[in-house]
């Protein structure tokens, strides 16, 4: 039997506010990530390919790539687009307005503002 942290679940006292692509609180992103994993090998296929056990994964899995690798560089953004894809396929918001928030845009290497 697996217990999942009550980072999951957005009635937890631990849900984690999002703002965009910025969430506040990552500290257990690796551990869900790795949770999620490991259910995932123990699943039966038609429970591996249930919308509610793909959102459940999805939102593990962008949690890790957002404090592993952020959102601004082109291999986050590369690893972060299938599962937003995949989002909006089980949405079926294909050709709808909603849509994870949009990338801002990378900072500028040259501006004097850009952090090394």
Avoid at 50 to 64: F, N, Q, V
Wanted: hydrophobic share 35%.
């Amino acid at each position: 039997m697996y217990t999942v942290p009550g980072t999951l679940g957005r009635g937890s006292p631990n849900a984690r506010a999002r703002r965009n692509w910025a969430v506040r609180n990552l500290e257990q992103a690796d551990e869900v990530h790795l949770l999620a994993t490991e259910i995932d090998t123990h699943l039966p296929d038609y429970a591996k390919t249930s919308w509610r056990w793909r959102i459940l994964y999805i939102r593990a899995a962008i949690d890790h790539v957002l404090k592993n690798q952020g959102f601004q560089s082109d291999e986050a953004r590369a690893a972060l687009k299938p599962f937003c894809d995949e989002l909006r396929r089980i949405y079926h918001a294909e050709h709808t307005f909603i849509a994870p928030p949009k990338f801002p845009p990378p900072p500028d290497p040259t501006s004097p503002t850009a952090s090394p």
